[in-house]
């Protein structure tokens, strides 16, 4: 089985309401999707996500777009999608870095291979550790009692975990409106927070502090991603445990991470470190290190969605809620089903690839632009 055929799809998709965070506020979903074609006729599926219009390392939907098109897909195409590792390093000798363009043609390459092997991409990954993944909701950075009424409503739902966005100039608003959500949910449902980066250290300390007696269950990315040391201190010095989320975006970055202990837990994404294939080896890292992880969301549509709840389902250290929440915020979605929810947890696809049934119309419909294609010679 060789690729054959790649398409590549830009596409804007509104949220039901703006989704605010220190880094800014995503109105609008950008989003590159990756369709590759095998000589056997079969298709994979891939994406690119990006809230805010970028990544937090350089890429766009603009770059992701220029670089599948001229440099990635050019080198991928006649390969076999069963060699996932191959292909990665046949896209790290064609251009450095560019991770969320490699990581949409892996999504796609393991979709392919799933189908092929008529196998769920879970198989893939190392076999089933579970089939359903509990689910985090995100509230944005609101005024208290807007962000309140709507976790109240959220767990209404059947949620059972919410992540409270900070990072406002003063914090001692950040920490009013985590202390509103605590009021009005109980102590039954796990709260989290995640600052974006927002914080300096002895900020990031003094917070903490506060989210200690609120019984937070972590405290997600306080300060700057480069800034390992002052994760460390953060982390050595508070009771409330420290995730590290935008610091953990390569397995280069993971192992510094569990060398330094800069973070008591890690989030993993499925398109952020260039691929599954590296999300697997951080997760490794993860798991050696005694380090729990989630699978970290950026709004995507069900393709990464299925793609994370694979990798979730297939990974050990993967043991807090995840963020695959996209499909409930975006006003629409390229599936021509949604992906299970029962009790406040999504069910993990059981089909052959990534067990994802794209709405090829849909598609068309948040098309922004024309579709690129790359043929084989």
Known sequence: MKIVLAEVHSTRIPTSRPHQMAIGTTNVQEDVVVKLVADEGLVGWGEAPHMVGHSQRGETPGTVRVVLRHKLLP?????????????GLAMDRAVPWNTRAKGSIIMA???LAGKALGTPVYNLLGGLVRDRVPLSWSLPIQDPQT????????VGRGWRILKVKVGRPDPMQDISAVRAVRKVVGDAISIRADANQAYDVKTAIKVARHFEELGLDFFEQPINQSDLEGMAEITRQVGVPVMADESAQTVADMLEIARRRAADYVSIYVIG????????RMATIAEAARMPAYVGGALESCIGASAGLHFAAASPAVTLGCEMSGQFLLTDDFGKQRIRMEDGALLVPTGPGLGVDVDEKKLAHYRDGDVERVAAD
């Open 109 to 111: 390459a393991y979709d």
């Open 273 to 280: 470190p260039g691929g599954l294939h590296n999300s697997r």
């Open 147 to 154: 962000i309140s009424e709507e976790a109240e409503q959220m």
């Open 75 to 87: 080198a991928v195409l006649g390969m076999d999608p069963l060699n996932q590792e191959a292909i």
